[in-house]
T-cell receptor, first 112, second 112 residues
Framework: EDQVTQSPEALRLQEGESSSLNCSYT??????LFWYRQDPGKGPEFLFT???AGEEKEKERLKATLTKKESFLHITAPKPEDSATYLC?????????????FGRGTSLIVHP | DAGITQSPRYKITETGRQVTLMCHQT?????MFWYRQDLGHGLRLIYY???????DKGEVPDGYVVSRSKTENFPLTLESATRSQTSVYFC???????????FGPGTRLTVT
């Protein structure tokens, strides 16, 4: 049973067309949620950490928000260079530690 | 500042052979992780380590062995490679629980 579900799996946007990516989770007692960006052939690159419901973080055209059941990554007026796969991860309990558990990602393509 | 490095970056091996993937980080982070990334599955945790000489299983540990005798190194060994272990392997590290996770560039492994 997936603890982290991302939607949509793929998204195509025109340059300037704002949209949102969703990350829903089922873990109880969330300790934190990460957003990463991954370009083809590279390792994931950190974007944000959110720790509590109501928290928001911004970076350039990206804004991440968190509720008790899901997180959104809002992309405002995207550019072609925003094309990438966006990964969400929640900190899930494993033994005595909290370990990042990833969703399958949303592949974003922004057309010029 | 080298950060986190993986070697080799590409490896082709035959079924049944033993393969070791290397991971080195220069930050003295306490946590280190091994993930594999496959189409349709996203990033799945193989093993993690909370400190030197402390390792624990993740979601998909079968067929893999890890060790961590030094804080900076976390090698992953496939004892007898199988075709199902063809994947991209990512090593990662974190200064502590609930903190940002840094990823290496990945090793693309093909088992023929």
């Amino acid at each position: 049973e997936d603890q982290v579900t991302q939607s949509p799996e793929a998204l195509r946007l025109q340059e300037g067309e704002s949209s949102s990516l969703n990350c829903s989770y089922t873990v109880s007692g969330l300790r934190g949620l990460f957003w990463y960006r991954q370009d083809p052939g590279k390792g994931p690159e950190f974007l944000f950490t959110l720790y509590s419901a109501g928290e928001e973080k911004e970076k350039e055209r990206l804004k991440a928000t968190l509720t008790k059941k899901e997180s959104f990554l809002h992309i405002t007026a995207p550019k072609p260079e925003d094309s990438a796969t966006y990964l969400c991860a929640v900190l899930a309990a494993s033994g005595g530690s909290y370990i990042p558990t990833f969703g399958r990602g949303t592949s974003l393509i922004v057309h010029p | 500042d080298a950060g986190i490095t993986q070697s080799p970056r590409y490896k082709i091996t035959e079924t049944g052979r033993q393969v070791t993937l290397m991971c080195h980080q220069t930050w003295s982070h306490s946590y280190m992780f091994w993930y594999r990334q496959d189409l349709g599955h996203g990033l799945r945790l193989i093993y993690y380590s909370a400190a030197a000489d402390i390792t624990d299983k993740g979601e998909v540990p079968d067929g893999y062995v890890v060790s961590r005798s030094k804080t900076e190194n976390f090698p992953l060994t496939l004892e007898s490679a199988t075709r199902s272990q063809t994947s991209v392997y990512f090593c990662a590290s974190s200064e502590g629980q609930a903190l940002r996770v840094y990823f290496g560039p990945g090793t693309r492994l093909t088992v023929t």
